[in-house]
């Protein structure tokens, strides 16, 4: 089996960069298949937002702006209580995926300019589940967002999120965005880190013809 592998969290800005970069990508080759494997970039965490955290975010916004010329709003890191806990978002998107895999890159990257462009919490289920619904009904999907959330809030859903976390761990992968290759089971690093969409195309064409040739 051929495919690409996406290791990321939809609340890692450097993800939100690469999102355009990689959608053109996998607009260019359709025939390969996508999956996404979610990082839980602050899974778990359970402190409130500080100022000095939200100082040192906004700064890695700023440049992520800069390089990618993506919308960011300030007022998403000023809730009340906001803490940065990124498991519901990735679980949200597996809960996607268990409903409709080839639809979870779509719902991840909603939940990402839900966050960084429109300043909503994505760390509550009902948001997750009005933006998840959205992107799947209008691909077709019919669901309700009652619906969503029984899939968000199940046990599967909450073990196969941990399970990605694992496996990214296994992987020996420390930072997002982490895009990789397989082919007949083996593993090949595409890029590690925010990069063009023609330094990927460059990357996976080499990848192909050294593993068509091994």
Same mark, same amino acid.
């Given at each position: 089996?051929t ?21 053109t ?33 906004l @700064? ?7 390089? @990618? ?62 933006i ?9 999907i ?15 859903a909450?073990?196969? /999120? ?15 965005? /982490?895009?990789?290759?397989?082919? @007949? ?6 890029? @590690?880190?925010?990069?063009? /969409? ?17």
């Open positions: 089996m495919k690409l592998i996406y290791i990321a969290d939809p609340m890692c800005s450097w993800c939100y960069g690469f999102g355009p970069e990689l959608t990508l996998r607009d260019g080759i359709p025939e390969l298949r996508f999956e996404v494997v979610l990082g839980g970039l602050r899974a778990y965490n359970k402190e409130l937002m500080d100022e000095a955290l939200k100082t040192t975010l @700064s890695h916004w700023e440049k992520v702006a800069e390089t @990618s010329g993506l919308p960011f709003s300030d007022e998403a890191l000023s809730g009340k209580d906001f803490i940065y806990d990124t498991e519901p978002a990735c679980r949200a998107v597996v809960a996607a995926r268990m409903l409709a895999p080839d639809v979870a890159l779509d719902v991840f990257h909603a939940i990402q300019h839900g966050f960084y462009a429109e300043a909503l919490d994505v760390t509550k289920g009902d948001v997750l589940a009005k998840s619904v959205a992107v799947l009904n209008k691909a077709g019919t669901i309700s967002e009652e619906d969503f959330l029984a899939t968000w809030s199940s046990e599967d909450i073990t196969s /999120t941990n399970n990605d976390f694992q496996q990214m761990q296994r992987w020996g992968v420390t930072g997002f965005p /982490t895009l990789v290759f397989e082919r @007949s089971g083996e593993l090949y690093l595409v890029t @590690s880190g925010f990069a063009r /969409t023609e330094v990927l195309v460059e990357r996976l064409q080499a990848l192909v013809d050294q593993t068509s040739d091994s």
